[in-house]
Structures are given as structure tokens and as C-alpha cells.
């Protein structure tokens, strides 16, 4: 990176030649435009500045006599395009001896930006040096330009990708302290609004591009700085708060956070739907200089307004299908004589979609029906048909119907009513007195038996899973001694992917016969030790008979 002074026409040019005389000309013609000149005498003397010099620090243009003592101009200028440092340079050749058209060939072919032969009239060579300084600096401004753009692209897809507000600030302040070179903080609320999530960036290249710091805030913070810059509008906004303003408002935060920008800061806030809470990026104002910077900024706030609104959006409605989906389970358990009963729901992790899973506990004239079950597929459809086929269990169950009918009929209604839906449902009559229970089991997991001396066994007789019209058998009768404890689970206790599912079977049965808990601590210690990942809804009952 070279030293940029197109605000104002002036740059620091390096004047490469041998001759006391010559360069005190170029540099008198030079300085009195307001040009800046560092000086070398001979090639190497030019190349160990450049070197030595920091990437902000480096000439803009490098005038270079090409007979020098040590090597040649055109050698010179070769090893400052092939440096990845140097390669923007501009090369001006001078001569008084290499004049010849080959010479000038020569000297551009080999990468100089242009060619003067003395004598050399003042107003030609600073017409040479304004003309060759503008083309250069609008290829960088282009070249930056596009690698800022393409940062842009790429902090649009990082922030939309996430599912969380405190996520998105992250993603939002790494971006924002790339693409505006500059230390840089994000605040985001949370979508329940509760909790105001602050991410801090250091400027790219420091601390070896460790990851945003991630912290809490004041709530009130974001009102603050929304009063001052975009108050109930909508779209994006700047403002620069000057240091003590900055400094009165970050004494709430965290010190090394407020450290972070210790001048005037740039503050941009942005909000796409009227009484949202909008998103806040903040940067050294130095990083605003001209209008390209304050360009890309508008444009990230307005990105990540939109993301945030996403982050929101989807938390909502999950919200909303999540609530939906609990009107679909009974609200209670019965209670009957002889049997203890637990259940434990847990939806899948808040960014996936819902599931099917469902159970039921019914009290009907041939004794306890336990259910469980779940309907293909991870939408709110798949919700809405568990719903459609629990309420219809509930309706035949008590219309006195033995398991194997129940299945009969449950497959009917998925067969007619939703032809491109199956699901899989597992039946448990709990016999009055509690000594013998039916199994009917439609595809679905096995239900695991565990004895009162903690031994155990999966009950692995079914059937075709509900949806294809095909017959299902009769149900299978099982002795249980008092004491016993039967466990009816969906897939997301124990399945999960890349993973053999028989051997998640034997942990849950081992982890089941090694438990002498009573029901509620036995499933939320099943829960705490295999649904920890959660990619899946669990849905968990569990009946001990007296």
C-alpha cells in the first residue's frame, strides 16, 4: 500500500539518480508543486528505503535515472514491480544517454510507467508526474474498491447465516473492522429483546486476526446512540460523536472495549421496519474519509439491518410454530390407579424446523393406552398432520378400539386424508391391574421393559410403518411383574448422524438398568445425558407399574 494523497494532488515521490545536480532539479520542480521527495543515489540505496519503509510510508512515485553506478534503471524498476509491496508504484524513467527509441522501448517493456529524455522542460516533467500519479491512483482506487466490494459480499453472507443475535454481532464486527480497516464494534438485541449483545474487532493485521470479543451491554446503550443518529426512522445513518461524547457513553462498557476507538467515533445505525430496535456499527471516524468509505459503510448498515430483521424474523416465528406445536400435545397426563407416569418434550434446537413427534396417554374402557409417535418429515406441516393423527387416536381410543384397530384406522386417515405423508406409531395398552400390556407397533422404536432387578429388554415386535395401506399384525402380549418401568421414545434421544443407532439403543438400556430414580429424575437424566445435541425433537414417556 502506498501513501495516498489524492485529496489534494500531492504525493511523496522517490528520485533515484546518481547526479547531485539533476536530483536537486527534479526535486526543486518537484517540492515548489508541493510534492514531497526522498532521495537515493544509486539503486540499492533506492531499494533498502523501500524495503525499510512501512506500506503507508511508501512513495507514490519513483522517478529513476536509468544509468546508475550499481545496476541499471531498468533493473531497478523490474524489482519494484516484482515486489507485491512496491508493484503499484509508478516508474518514471529519466535519461540524458539512453535516448534512443530502443531505449525507451526497452524501458517500458521492462515495466516503467513512463519515459523522459533530458533536457527535460519543468512543466513536461510535472505534466508526466500529475498524469502518471492520476492514472495510478484511480487503478488503486479500482483495486480497492473491488477488494472492498468483495469483502462487502462476503460479511453479507457471513451475517445472514446466522440464527442468533449475538452470532450476527460477531460476524457484523469482524466484517465491519475488514472493510473499513479500523477497530470496529456491533451491538445487536437479542430478538426477546432482553439482553443487548456487543462484539468488538480489532483493526485487521493486529493480534493476529483474533476472533470478535464478545460481550454484554447496557440495553439502554442502544437507545442512547439511536436518539442521537437515526431516532424512530427507518434505513441507515451516520453520525461522528467526538471523543468525549464516545468517552461519556463507553464508560458503561467493558475498558478494553472502550479503548478500543480512543478518538472521535463514526457511529452508523440501521433499522428496516418502524419500533424495531435497529443494529449499531461503530469505527475510528478517520476510517470516513472519503466518499467511497462512507459508501460501503451505508451499504454494510443497510445489510445488516436487513440480516438482523432475518435473526428476528426466524426467531419469531420458530417461536410461533414451536407454541403451535405444544397445542398439538395434551396438556396433562391422566392419573391412574397403579401407574406413575413422566413425560419430557424437547423441541430440536432453535434454528431447525419442527418435527412430528407426539405422544399420548388415554384412559380407555380396555385400560391405559400409552402412544408415541412421529410423523415423517421436519415442517409445519409435519406438525400439523401429528396433530390431525393424535386428535383421531384420542377419538378412536375412546371409542373402545383394540391397538391393532387403532393402527388399522390411523393408516386409513394418512392413506386418504394425507396420501403423500407415513409416520410411525408405537401402541402400549397397559391392561387393568397393571400385570400385562399389548404392543402394537407401527415402525416405530421399540419400547424398552425394565424389571424391577434393573435388567431390561427391548419389546422389538411391529409392523409397516402408518401411510402405506398395508395390513398390520396383531398385538403382543407381555407379562410385567409390579415395579416394572416401560420407556416409549422417538429417534432423538438416542439416534445421531454418522452414528450406528443400535449401539445408542444399548447405552440408553444400559444407562436405564444402572437407574433406580424415580420417573421425573430418570428422564431428565436421560435427557441431560443423550440430548445434548438436540438435532432432533425428543419426545420421552415413561410409565413404572405398581
Sequence with gaps: MTADH????????????????????????????????????????????????DDRELPELAVVDVRLPDMSGFEVCERIKADPRTAAIPVVHVSATAIEVADRAQGLHRGADAYLTEPIAPTELLATVTAVLRYARARRRAERLATRVTTLN????????????????????????????????????????????????????????????????????????????????????????????????????????????????????????QGRPPVALLVDADALANPDDRGLFAQLGHTCGLALEAVRVRSEEHALVLTLQRTFLPDRLPEVEGVDLAVRYEPAAAHTEIGGDFYEAIETPAGLLLAIG?????????????????????AYAIEGHDPQTLLDRLDALLVRLRPAMTATVCLVLVEPGGRRVRIANAGHLPPLLRYPDGSTRYLTEHGILLGLNLPHPAPVTHEVPPGSTLLLLTDGLVEVAGEDLDEGLRELADAVSASSQELDELCDGLLADFGKAKTDDIALLAARLH
Excluded at 412421529?374 to 384420542?394: F, K, N, Q, T, Y
Design 6 to 53: 489524492s485529496t489534494d494532488g500531492a504525493a511523496t515521490v522517490l528520485v533515484l539518480d546518481d547526479n547531485d545536480v539533476n536530483r536537486y532539479l527534479i526535486r526543486s520542480r518537484l517540492t515548489r508543486h508541493g510534492h514531497t521527495v526522498l532521495e537515493a543515489r544509486d539503486g540499492t540505496e533506492a531499494l533498502a528505503m523501500l524495503a525499510a519503509a
Design 154 to 273: 462476503r460479511t453479507t453472507l457471513a451475517v445472514y447465516e446466522v440464527t442468533g443475535a449475538e452470532a450476527f454481532a460477531a460476524r457484523a464486527a469482524a466484517g465491519t473492522a475488514t472493510l473499513m480497516d479500523s477497530p470496529a464494534l456491533a451491538l445487536a438485541l437479542s430478538p426477546h429483546g432482553g439482553t443487548l449483545h456487543l462484539a468488538a474487532a480489532d483493526r485487521p493485521g493486529r493480534e493476529g486476526d483474533a476472533p470478535p470479543r464478545l460481550s454484554r451491554a447496557p440495553v439502554g446503550l442502544l437507545d442512547q446512540l439511536a436518539d442521537r443518529v437515526l431516532g424512530d426512522a427507518t434505513g441507515a445513518e451516520t453520525a461522528v460523536l467526538p471523543r468525549a461524547d464516545w468517552q461519556q457513553l463507553a464508560a458503561r462498557l467493558d475498558g478494553p472495549v472502550a479503548d478500543l476507538l480512543p478518538g472521535d467515533v463514526a457511529v452508523l445505525l440501521a433499522r428496516t421496519k
Design 374 to 394: 412421529d410423523v415423517a418429515g421436519h415442517s409445519l406441516h409435519a406438525a400439523m398432520v401429528m396433530g390431525e393423527l393424535r386428535h383421531a387416536l384420542r
